[in-house]
């Protein structure tokens, strides 16, 4: 038993150690960055129901340092939140945006039409 947890972690090690493709290496980029996006995502959701519930209604307000906190709270919960969903907004950018980069960034280059030979 000892053995296959020790030969597992010895594979990961190993794998974690060995460079990545540029392919490999362009959708892990891609897939951060979506997953940064859905955060953003999140917090945006988050900060708008939060303007929703009506302020000052208790008998003391919380002022600067509950504003600090709800800003905290939301950001927490908005990195936190997108682990819970099985398909979330992250998975369904990278799937549409992985086909759209350019397989090789030498091959990625800006064609302009010539309109002056027309």
Known sequence: MIDRINAGSMKSAIAAAA???AKD??????????TQLEGMFVQQLYKAMRETVPQQ?????????????TGLLDQHLAAETPKQWERG??????????????????QASVTTPDLHNR
């Open 25 to 34: 290496q362009r959708d892990a980029t891609l897939m951060k960055t979506a």
């Open 89 to 106: 907004i992250a998975q369904a950018l990278y799937r549409q945006l992985r086909h759209g980069t350019p397989a090789d960034a030498t």
């Open 57 to 69: 209604e208790g008998i003391v307000s919380g002022g600067a340092g509950e504003d600090i906190f």
């Open 19 to 21: 460079p990545l493709s």
